[in-house]
Every structure is written in structure tokens, then in C-alpha cells.
């Protein structure tokens, strides 16, 4: 009697056991996790930012009546960086990635009084980006990028630093044209970065070290020397104005040094990039002079 109990509880186990192998386990989805994964990088592209702020411009241009060469200059000093950028959602069938996240503007220094006092402008945006046949990314804004698009077609031209302009040739003796020139020198000598100007012509390699560097702006400085100029004349005059400074004012300098950095690693184009260096320069001097 108790064999027949043990062989009944043998093929009980055994029965159980075959069951638990046989039962469906869950498929993995690594395409769809892939696929949500790429989206989310599609969200979170520098150059997808650039498009959207220059769709803002563009529609800022739009309303503003008269005066877009302001906003031109600014356009092509401002650098934008969208914080938080997510993917919301996917459109298989157009092949388009929603986004969302705080789009910010940052302004070039000069351009504060414009907007009040602010070093920046933002929004809560939503936005589209397609990938096309040839790979590239295209962003299309969705809702929420008027508060910025109103606030640039609103700027206060008052407020706004002008380009120097060249005055009209007119017939001069030799002794006031070289008055004038003096005079234009002394104006031009305003802005550290015209000042400096005969030294960025000088070949050469950037102020760091361009063997295993992995920051996209790095690679851009090295490999272009008009901005390796510009890196070397900005890390030149920032040790000058460190060592010949108070503690205080080494204080201020050092401390705007990693925002300077920060601005510089957001840039995509060398426009951008040689635009940060000049705008670094004048607030060194700057900086510098009132200490």
C-alpha cells in the first residue's frame, strides 16, 4: 500500500513539473525598446533645438513690424538648450516623434534691459521631430512657443547695444583723417574682442591639449583655427585678468568662467561658438576694469 502511495505521488511531481516547463513564457520586445529608446534621443538632439529656435525667430520676424536686422543679431548670438526633453508620444505612420520640455533661450550679454533684466527667455513647448529618408531630423514646434516668439517681437530697441557703423568718407586733410582714425580706435577699443582683433590671425593650436578630446565643441575648436585664435586670446586674457586682479574681483571672474563654459558646449555652429569667445572677452575686460 505505501509503494502505491509513493508511486502516485512520483507521477503527481512529475506532471506538475512538465506543466510549469510547458507553460508560455513572455517574448521579449527588444525592437520596441529599441524604438522607444531612439525616440527619446531624437528628442533630445542639439540640432533639433537649434531648429525650433530658429522657427521662433521666424515667427517673431512674422509679427514685428519693421526692425528684423535686431533680431537677426540676436538669433545668431542667442543659444537655446531645452531642459528635460521627453518623448510623449509616436505617430508610426508619418514616422514622428511629440516632444516635450522647458525650451530656454539664453540672451548675449548687452541684450538684458531688452527683456527686463533677464538673461533668458523660456517655455513649456511641445514639438515634432520626423526622421527622413536621408536620416536627418526635422522639428516641427506644436503648442507653447508664443510666450518666447512675443516676448523677442516685443524687444526694446532702446535698450539694445547698436553695431558700430563707418562714418561716410569725406574729403579730409592729412592731419584730420589721422584725427579721425584716433578717434575711430579709441570707439572700437570699447569692445575687448575688437581690440584684440590683429592677434586672432595668429596660427596655431587652441589653449588645451586637442589629443583625446570627445566634446563636440572641443573638436570644433581644433579643427578650425580662426576659433583656436579666438581660445587662445580668451584663456590669455583671462589669466592676465586673474593674476593682476584683487581677490575679489578673481572671485567674479572665476566664478562666470563655468557659465562662459557651459554656453560654449552648448553651440552647434563655429558662428555660435566665435560669438561666446568675443562675448567672454568684453566681460573679462569688463569684469576686470570695474574691480
Same mark, same amino acid.
Given at each position: ?5 509513493w ?5 503527481l ?18 525592437k520596441?525598446?529599441a524604438?522607444s529608446?531612439?525616440?527619446q534621443a ?7 533645438f537649434?531648429?525650433?529656435?530658429a +522657427?521662433?525667430f ?13 533680431l537677426? *543679431?540676436?538669433?545668431a ?7 528635460r ?20 533661450i ?13 538673461r ?10 520626423q526622421?527622413?529618408?536621408?536620416r536627418t531630423?526635422?522639428?516641427?514646434p506644436i ?12 524687444i ?14 569725406a574729403?579730409?586733410?592729412v ?11 579709441s570707439?572700437t577699443?570699447?569692445r ?36 583656436a +585664435?579666438?581660445d587662445?586670446v +580668451? ?11 584683487d *581677490? ?19 553651440? +552647434? ?9 568675443r562675448d *567672454?572677452?568684453d566681460?573679462?575686460? *569688463?569684469?576686470a576694469?570695474?574691480?
Amino acid at each position: 500500500m505505501r509503494v502505491l502511495w509513493w508511486r502516485w505521488l512520483k507521477l503527481l511531481l512529475g506532471s506538475l513539473a512538465l506543466s510549469a516547463c510547458s507553460k508560455p513564457q513572455p517574448a521579449p520586445e527588444p525592437k520596441r525598446r529599441a524604438s522607444s529608446e531612439l525616440s527619446q534621443a531624437s528628442c533630445a538632439k542639439q540640432q533639433v533645438f537649434e531648429q525650433l529656435k530658429a +522657427a521662433a525667430f521666424e515667427k517673431a520676424k512674422a509679427v514685428r513690424i519693421g526692425d528684423t536686422e535686431t533680431l537677426d *543679431r540676436l538669433g545668431a548670438a542667442a543659444v537655446v538648450r531645452m531642459d528635460r526633453p521627453a518623448a510623449s508620444g509616436r505617430d508610426q505612420a508619418l514616422n514622428v516623434t511629440l516632444c516635450k520640455g522647458r525650451m530656454a533661450i539664453d540672451l548675449p550679454p548687452g541684450f538684458e534691459d531688452a527683456f527686463n533684466g533677464d538673461r533668458q527667455v523660456v517655455a513649456e513647448v511641445e514639438y515634432g521631430v520626423q526622421s527622413t529618408a536621408d536620416r536627418t531630423l526635422r522639428a516641427y514646434p506644436i503648442d507653447g512657443l508664443e510666450p518666447v516668439v512675443y516676448r523677442l517681437a516685443a524687444i526694446d530697441l532702446k535698450t539694445i547695444p547698436q553695431p558700430a557703423r563707418t562714418p561716410p568718407v569725406a574729403r579730409q586733410t592729412v592731419a584730420a583723417s589721422a584725427a579721425s582714425q584716433t578717434t575711430a580706435n579709441s570707439k572700437t577699443s570699447t569692445r575687448r574682442s575688437a581690440e584684440l582683433e590683429p592677434r586672432l590671425t595668429t596660427r596655431g593650436r587652441p589653449s588645451f591639449d586637442c589629443r583625446g578630446i570627445r566634446a563636440r565643441v572641443d573638436r570644433m575648436v581644433c579643427g578650425d583655427e580662426r576659433l583656436a +585664435a579666438l581660445d587662445r586670446v +580668451a584663456a590669455s586674457l583671462y589669466d592676465q585678468a586673474m593674476d593682476d586682479s584683487d *581677490r575679489e574681483t578673481r572671485a567674479i571672474l572665476s566664478g562666470t568662467q563655468g557659465r562662459f563654459v557651459a554656453r560654449r558646449g552648448r553651440c +552647434a555652429t563655429p558662428a555660435c561658438v566665435a560669438a561666446v569667445y568675443r562675448d *567672454r572677452m568684453d566681460e573679462i575686460d *569688463r569684469i576686470a576694469s570695474e574691480g
